[in-house]
């Protein structure tokens, strides 16, 4: 089991950060904030995807115009996110945001203790987002990037502020998993993780899965996005899936399935995409079937034994399956069949 890293709890809206609290699953909408309709289209189905927090981009007085028509239509905490125009913090407190991301390489100090002092007035937590693409370099970027970070968390307890929670991305796995160990060293604020731009298609998702991994693993972070060139609702995936494989959450029930090799002669690829996605539906009417392990191999002969520990599972034949549950045959079934007595199953563990 991982330890998690003690830090302080930050309230947000409905929920926590840190503690305690489930490591929350992030993501930002990729619309101009003042295109209402389709923003709270793309913030449904955010929702729907399982996000629990949501950061929209706040550019200019337009934008905030949206703040309470999204606050009166969902409870999901929203964060504005804010880039040099310190006044717009202001304005999204005013309009109801839950939380605050300023980023502090691109807001003067004087301004940032406005930010402050108003943040603690109206109990808004702040996100000190440190990106190492708009913080002053001097040295080295790791070395730069943790030492102005240390000096802006310093002036904000000065101010007597400690609702923060903290960032510090870089685009490169190394550096950004280095940069966080060693502000975890000097604080107890929440982390919010992440590799920034990152990019698109499978190195991007490596590079998200291995930096955010190796923090977890060690105890570190309490809220994530994965910051991917793709659709937003990608990302929230990607960060279930990252929190779901480290045990630290579990969203859907653990699906084993085998790559399939000379060996199989049934289509395992399809049944097993339709099969989990029935299962998922089935895990929402169902939920205590998350708690189960699931098994969809391609051969009876390697199929029970390769998973054992399954609670349930089928495994192909020749033109036939078998179902087991935990390494026992229960019995052969046709394509037909198997999907039928399968699924029926699967819903009396559900109903138990
Ligand atoms: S379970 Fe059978 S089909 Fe699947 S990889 Fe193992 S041997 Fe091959």
């Not at 709890?9 to 990729?30: E, H, L, R």
């Not at 295109?35 to 905030?64: T, Y």
């Not at 703040?67 to 239509?73: G, S």
């Not at 304005?91 to 839950?98: K, Q, T």
Request: aromatic share 8%.
């Amino acid at each position: 089991m991982i330890k998690r890293r003690k830090t302080r709890k930050i309230k947000v809206g409905s929920i926590y950060i840190g503690a305690d609290a489930p490591i929350s699953v992030q993501s930002m909408t990729k619309i101009p904030t003042s295109l209402q309709q389709p923003l709270i289209k793309q913030v449904s189905s955010l929702i729907k995807k399982g996000a629990e927090i949501i950061r929209i981009a706040i550019l200019d007085k337009e934008d905030i115009k949206t703040i309470p028509i999204l606050k009166k239509k969902f409870s999901i905490p929203l964060v504005a996110d804010i880039h040099f125009d310190y006044r717009l913090a202001f304005y999204s407190i005013e309009a109801g945001i839950d939380k605050v991301r300023v980023n502090p390489g691109n807001i003067k100090r004087n301004n940032l203790k406005e930010i402050l002092n108003m943040a603690k007035e109206r109990k808004i937590p702040i996100r000190l987002g440190f990106n190492s693409g708009s913080i002053p370099l001097k040295n080295d970027l790791l070395g730069d990037l943790v030492s102005f970070a240390a000096d802006i968390i310093h002036f904000c307890e000065d101010n007597n502020y400690f609702d923060l929670i903290i960032s510090l991305k870089t685009p490169f796995v190394y550096a950004t998993v280095e940069a966080y160990r060693n502000i975890s060293k000097i604080c107890n604020y929440p982390f919010h993780l992440g590799i920034t731009e990152a990019g698109s298609g499978y190195i991007a998702v490596s590079k998200s899965v291995m930096g955010i991994g190796l923090l977890l693993n060690e105890g570190i972070g309490d809220t994530i996005r994965v910051s991917l060139t793709e659709k937003p609702e990608e990302e929230v995936e990607w960060t279930k899936s990252i929190l779901q494989s480290l045990e630290l959450r579990k969203f859907e029930p653990e699906i084993i399935s085998c790559p399939t090799c000379g060996r199989c002669e049934v289509p395992l690829y399809n049944i097993s995409k339709k099969f989990r996605n029935k299962i998922i539906l089935f895990s929402k009417r169902y939920p205590s079937i998350n708690n189960l392990k699931i098994a969809l191999m391609g051969c009876s002969v390697n199929g029970p034994g390769e998973a054992k520990q399954a609670d349930i599972g089928i495994a192909g034949g020749k033109k036939k399956f078998i179902l087991f549950e935990k390494g026992l045959v229960i019995g052969t079934y046709n394509s037909e069949n198997i999907e039928k007595e399968f699924f029926k199953r699967l819903e009396k563990y559900g109903k138990n």
